[in-house]
């Protein structure tokens, strides 16, 4: 019996970085790349696999996989989240630093793109569990992370907490003089460890904008707007939180475990407090019914967001989607043959590395903070999210629309030449 979770890694690591590799083709010929900087983006510049053990509860030691993907440094220090997942692997960090290299050159970032993370299932482990792993996997990383080099982040899975273990480890490695100048090695932290204000919603915030963005220039009013979210974890809940402010009505959710419906809507903030006492889980809740798995990307909405893995909405379902926006909350949550009939559908799409890239904005914000040993308000860090955000998307929609050509190709072309006119600038060594 293949388990649902071996089900979602097979089809990650038949299409993610396939799909990547396919949009970058697509965006390098429209703009006839240079092929010698060509060659260079697609491929990374370093893949980093470790092993290492770790002594579990009942004493026994356990042997993990851990990856760091660094794909392009060009515009600054690699950036980009880990996760733990039972999915990672190579190809899928792979995947993901490119896309992040994409990212961090559309929102004008001085930042590179990396990923990473340990192939693992979290909920199989206890906390100090966890801790020991995320430890000896920081360990393992050495200096091949640094806040000059390559900032880590949260991603699936992974939290404030998991950045204070790797920030506590990294810097208990450096001599009593260096500490203090190692606080942004890792962004996403608790307040308490230099975090930031405002990076817990940040990427939540920055669909919810997208979206927001996206129906102003379509004169849509958001309020009633019928919207469905995959994934209720940071990204899901916030972008919910927000949307639900502004009007609009969450009717449906699925996570890993159940699809939940009510036609009539589903406040938030229950449900949120009940997923976090449910095992992060929105399986039970009592102001909803379950639905099959299958039926969740074709029902009848608005807008649907994606906020859990990649290559979920697919040929097998694209047909069936009614809604009139996808805004991709995750990393490469639609393939490229589902993109293709939703676009001859007339459905659009808000392209991962522009709709979620308020995660990565809000990172730079506290990297800023740490750096220049200053602390933000959260209205500031907000307004200058809004601020940042809307710029990267009024340039993707006039490129889109003075070029004649979909968002996500558009996004690419935007990030692409702006790395191309850096090598072209900077020469290549020797």
């Given at each position: 019996?293949?388990?649902?979770?071996?089900?979602?890694?097979?089809?990650?690591?038949?299409?993610?970085?396939?799909?990547?590799?396919?949009?970058?083709?697509?965006?390098?010929?429209?703009?006839?790349?240079?092929?010698?900087?060509?060659?260079?983006?697609?491929?990374?510049?370093?893949?980093?696999?470790?092993?290492?053990?770790?002594?579990?509860?009942?004493?026994?030691?356990?042997?993990?996989?851990?990856?760091r993907v660094q794909h392009n440094n060009a515009l600054g220090p690699y950036k980009g989240g880990l996760?733990?997942?039972?999915?990672?692997?190579?190809?899928?960090?792979?995947?993901?630093?490119?896309?992040?290299?994409?990212?961090?050159?559309?929102?004008?970032?001085?930042?590179?793109?990396?990923?990473?993370?340990?192939?693992?299932?979290?909920?199989?482990?206890?906390?100090s569990e966890l801790e020991r792993i995320t430890r000896r996997f920081t360990y393992a990383l050495g200096?091949?992370?640094?806040?000059?080099?390559?900032?880590?982040?949260?991603?699936?899975?992974?939290?404030?907490?998991?950045?204070?273990?790797?920030?506590?480890?990294?810097?208990?490695?450096?001599?009593?003089?260096?500490?203090?100048?190692?606080?942004?090695?890792?962004?996403?932290?608790?307040?308490?460890?230099?975090?930031?204000?405002?990076?817990?919603?940040?990427?939540?915030?920055?669909?919810?904008?997208?979206?927001?963005?996206?129906?102003?220039?379509?004169?849509?009013?958001?309020?009633?707007?019928?919207?469905?979210?995959?994934?209720?974890?940071?990204?899901?809940?916030?972008?919910?939180?927000?949307?639900?402010?502004?009007?609009?009505?969450?009717?449906?959710?699925?996570?890993?475990?159940?699809?939940?419906?009510?036609?009539?809507?589903?406040?938030?903030?229950?449900?949120?407090?009940?997923?976090?006492?449910?095992?992060?889980?929105?399986?039970?809740?009592?102001?909803?019914?379950?639905?099959?798995?299958?039926?969740?990307?074709?029902?009848?909405?608005?807008?649907?967001?994606?906020?859990?893995?990649?290559?979920?909405?697919?040929?097998?379902?694209?047909?069936?989607?009614?809604?009139?926006?996808?805004?991709?909350?995750?990393?490469?949550?639609?393939?490229?043959?589902?993109?293709?009939?939703?676009?001859?559908?007339?459905?659009?799409?808000?392209?991962?590395?522009?709709?979620?890239?308020?995660?990565?904005?809000?990172?730079?914000?506290?990297?800023?903070?740490?750096?220049?040993?200053?602390?933000?308000?959260?209205?500031?860090?907000?307004?200058?999210?809004?601020?940042?955000?809307?710029?990267?998307?009024?340039?993707?929609?006039?490129?889109?629309?003075?070029?004649?050509?979909?968002?996500?190709?558009?996004?690419?072309?935007?990030?692409?030449?702006?790395?191309?006119?850096?090598?072209?600038?900077?020469?290549?060594?020797?």
């Amino acid at each position: 019996m293949i388990t649902k979770t071996k089900k979602i890694k097979r089809v990650l690591k038949q299409g993610m970085l396939d799909n990547v590799m396919r949009q970058f083709d697509n965006a390098a010929d429209i703009i006839d790349l240079n092929p010698n900087i060509r060659k260079i983006l697609e491929v990374t510049n370093n893949e980093l696999v470790v092993h290492f053990p770790v002594r579990m509860d009942n004493g026994e030691v356990q042997v993990f996989t851990g990856y760091r993907v660094q794909h392009n440094n060009a515009l600054g220090p690699y950036k980009g989240g880990l996760r733990y997942h039972p999915t990672v692997d190579i190809d899928a960090a792979k995947a993901l630093a490119m896309w992040m290299t994409w990212k961090t050159s559309l929102a004008n970032l001085p930042y590179g793109g990396a990923k990473g993370g340990i192939q693992l299932d979290p909920s199989k482990y206890s906390q100090s569990e966890l801790e020991r792993i995320t430890r000896r996997f920081t360990y393992a990383l050495g200096d091949n992370i640094g806040p000059e080099l390559d900032i880590p982040a949260p991603d699936v899975n992974t939290n404030s907490q998991t950045m204070a273990w790797i920030l506590d480890t990294y810097m208990s490695t450096k001599s009593p003089s260096e500490r203090s100048t190692n606080l942004h090695v890792v962004t996403g932290k608790p307040l308490g460890a230099g975090g930031s204000e405002g990076r817990d919603r940040a990427t939540g915030f920055g669909v919810f904008l997208s979206i927001k963005f996206w129906a102003e220039h379509r004169n849509i009013n958001l309020k009633n707007k019928r919207f469905i979210v995959q994934g209720f974890g940071n990204v899901g809940y916030w972008t919910a939180y927000f949307m639900e402010k502004e009007g609009a009505k969450l009717v449906a959710v699925q996570d890993a475990k159940a699809s939940i419906y009510e036609e009539d809507g589903i406040a938030v903030e229950p449900l949120f407090e009940y997923a976090s006492a449910n095992g992060n889980s929105v399986s039970g809740f009592s102001g909803a019914r379950e639905i099959h798995d299958d039926d969740f990307f074709g029902l009848d909405c608005d807008i649907i967001i994606p906020a859990a893995l990649g290559n979920q909405i697919t040929a097998k379902n694209a047909p069936k989607i009614k809604a009139r926006l996808i805004a991709e909350g995750a990393n490469g949550p639609t393939d490229v043959e589902a993109e293709e009939i939703l676009l001859k559908r007339e459905i659009e799409i808000i392209p991962d590395i522009l709709c979620n890239s308020g995660g990565v904005i809000g990172s730079y914000f506290e990297w800023l903070q740490n750096r220049n040993g200053e602390i933000w308000s959260l209205e500031k860090v907000m307004e200058k999210l809004e601020e940042k955000l809307k710029e990267s998307f009024g340039k993707v929609i006039q490129t889109s629309e003075e070029r004649r050509m979909d968002m996500r190709t558009a996004a690419f072309v935007i990030a692409i030449e702006r790395l191309e006119r850096t090598y072209v600038q900077r020469g290549i060594f020797p």
